[in-house]
C-alpha cells in the first residue's frame, strides 16, 4: 500500500515540476543555413549561482553542436549564443466550486491562492556579423526543487533549442 501512495504523489508532483512554457521567435528573413560557428556572447553575463551557470552554458553546448554547430574556438563566430535566466515570486491562483453542505443550491467558489518560485530562461543567437538577435527562445516554468535543478536546465535548453534551425519559409 505504501508503494502505491508513493507513485500516486509521484504522479501527482511531476506535472507540476515539467509543466513548462517555451516559446521561440526568429527572423524570418534570416537563412539559418549559413550558421556553422557559434561562440558565446562577450555581453554574457553568468548567472548568480556559478554552478547554474555551468549546467546552462554546457547544457547549451551540447545541444548546439548535436544541432550540426560547432563552436568557434577561435576567430570570428557566425553565430553569438547569450542566455538570461532569473527566478521570480509569482502568485499562482486556482478555483474550484463546491456545493454547501446543507443546501444543494448553495454553491460557492473558492479560489486557492499561492506563492511560487518561477524561472524563465531566454536563449538569444545574434549573427555575428550584424550583431542582430535572429533567433530567441524562452522558457518558463515553475523552479524546481534544489536537488531537480540539473535536470530541469537540461530539459528546458533541450525543449528550447528543438525547433532550431527553424524551417525555411516559403517563397511568396
Request: no cysteine; glycine share 4%; net charge positive.
Amino acid at each position: 500500500m505504501r508503494s502505491v501512495i508513493a507513485v500516486l504523489v509521484l504522479l501527482a508532483a511531476s506535472p507540476a515540476a515539467t509543466a513548462q512554457t517555451v516559446k521561440v521567435d526568429y527572423d524570418v528573413k534570416v537563412d539559418f543555413s549559413k550558421y556553422r560557428t557559434f561562440a558565446w556572447s562577450e555581453a554574457q553575463q553568468p548567472a548568480k549561482n556559478p554552478a547554474n551557470h555551468i549546467r546552462i552554458t554546457r547544457a547549451v553546448e551540447r545541444e548546439l553542436l548535436a544541432k550540426g554547430l560547432q563552436k568557434a574556438e577561435t576567430g570570428p563566430a557566425d553565430v553569438r549564443v547569450r542566455y538570461y535566466g532569473k527566478i521570480e515570486k509569482k502568485l499562482k491562483s486556482s478555483s474550484r466550486q463546491e456545493s454547501g453542505a446543507w443546501q444543494t443550491n448553495d454553491l460557492r467558489t473558492m479560489v486557492d491562492i499561492s506563492r511560487v518560485d518561477q524561472g524563465t530562461l531566454i536563449l538569444e543567437l545574434s549573427d555575428g556579423e550584424s550583431r542582430a538577435v535572429v533567433w530567441r527562445g524562452t522558457a518558463v516554468g515553475v523552479a524546481p526543487r534544489p536537488d531537480l535543478v540539473a535536470e530541469a536546465i537540461d530539459s528546458s535548453v533541450k525543449k528550447i533549442v528543438a525547433p532550431y534551425p527553424p524551417k525555411p519559409s516559403p517563397a511568396p
